[in-house]
């Protein structure tokens, strides 16, 4: 059975860190591309970082460089987003993903087949 459990998330103050974990199972991890996305509450499912299947492709908007990392451990079947500087709209449920469509990552919701029950972070001002 296949299976994206993410941790991590929580209440932090704006300005804070958080460490997001997304560990895989039932799957042959190294072969997928991973994703990060977020959902506020009322708005879309936004994009928020992606990492090829070696790691050597990093993706993220131009919104979020700088402030945001994503990093894997194949041997741990695992993706992990780093996040600093915390802001108030950093507010959503975090949600990782898995895909491999594609020779490499992409920004794109539906680039994605395989997706996790998602992490709550909030962030208070």
């Known amino acids: 059975q296949v299976q994206l459990a993410e941790s991590g998330g929580g209440l932090v103050q704006a300005g804070g860190s958080l460490r997001l974990s997304c560990a895989a199972s039932?799957?042959?991890?190294?072969?997928?591309?991973m994703g990060w996305f977020r959902q506020a509450p009322g708005k879309e499912r936004e994009f928020v970082s992606a990492?090829?299947?070696?790691?050597?492709?990093?993706l993220y908007p131009d919104s979020l460089k700088g402030r945001f990392t994503i990093s894997r451990d194949n041997a741990m079947n695992t993706v992990y987003l780093q996040m600093h500087s915390l802001k108030p709209e950093d507010t959503a449920v975090y949600y990782c993903?898995?895909?491999?469509?594609?020779?490499?990552?992409?920004?794109?919701?539906?680039?994605?087949?395989?997706w996790g029950q998602g992490t709550q972070v909030t962030v208070s001002a």
């Open positions: 993903a898995a895909g491999r469509r594609f020779v490499i990552p992409t920004m794109s919701v539906t680039s994605y087949d395989l």
């Open positions: 039932g799957l042959t991890f190294s072969n997928y591309h």
């Open positions: 990492i090829s299947w070696s790691g050597e492709t990093k």
